[in-house]
């Protein structure tokens, strides 16, 4: 699966709402590593790479944001993510672009690695060819 958009079980009560992440509960990998990407200015797109190793799971903590998605084949599909409610997979290997943040907007992402620069694709030809070749 190159990516999914999932519904999180929500442990809601009269003093609020929690949700949790666990491996092979509700999250195919074990976290490594966590960051949040927040005060992002207007008309900016944050991302606009791939990742060789690094599986991502995505969540609108705060406000909004849409994800654009970017497969083998050069095939885009869009996702909005605007509720703590909501997580977005994506696995490695595809190219994705996060854009359209509200002004209040926290993205929260979890992946199962260490950050490494070297696992990156910046630039979206290298990314094509790349991923022609494990197709
Ligand atoms: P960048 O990859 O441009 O962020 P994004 O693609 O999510 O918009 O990363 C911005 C800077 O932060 C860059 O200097 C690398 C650094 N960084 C880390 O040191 N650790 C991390 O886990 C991440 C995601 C980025």
Same mark, same amino acid.
């Given at each position: 699966?190159?990516?999914?958009?999932?519904?999180?079980?929500?442990?809601?009560?009269?003093?609020?709402? +929690?949700?949790?992440?666990?491996?092979?509960?509700? +999250? $195919?990998?074990?976290?490594?590593?966590?960051?949040?990407?927040?005060?992002?200015? $207007?008309?900016?797109?944050?991302?606009?790479?791939?990742?060789?190793?690094?599986?991502?799971?995505?969540?609108?903590?705060?406000?909004?944001?849409?994800?654009?998605?970017?497969?083998?084949?050069?095939?885009?599909?869009?996702?909005?993510?605007?509720? $703590?409610?909501?997580?977005?997979? @994506?696995?490695?290997?595809?190219?994705?672009?996060?854009?359209?943040?509200?002004?209040?907007?926290?993205?929260?992402? @979890?992946?199962?690695?260490?950050?490494?620069?070297?696992?990156?694709?910046?630039?979206?030809?290298?990314?094509?060819?790349?991923?022609?070749?494990?197709?």
């Amino acid at each position: 699966m190159d990516y999914g958009l999932f519904d999180l079980k929500v442990f809601g009560d009269n003093r609020g709402h +929690l949700v949790s992440f666990e491996k092979n509960v509700n +999250l $195919p990998f074990e976290v490594k590593r966590a960051f949040y990407i927040f005060d992002t200015k $207007p008309l900016i797109a944050r991302g606009q790479h791939a990742n060789r190793n690094s599986e991502f799971c995505m969540i609108a903590i705060n406000g909004s944001c849409k994800v654009k998605i970017t497969t083998g084949g050069g095939i885009s599909t869009t996702v909005s993510l605007d509720t $703590p409610h909501k997580a977005l997979y @994506l696995n490695k290997m595809v190219w994705k672009e996060m854009y359209d943040f509200s002004y209040n907007a926290i993205l929260l992402v @979890l992946t199962n690695t260490h950050y490494d620069e070297s696992e990156y694709i910046r630039n979206y030809d290298d990314f094509l060819k790349e991923v022609s070749v494990h197709a």
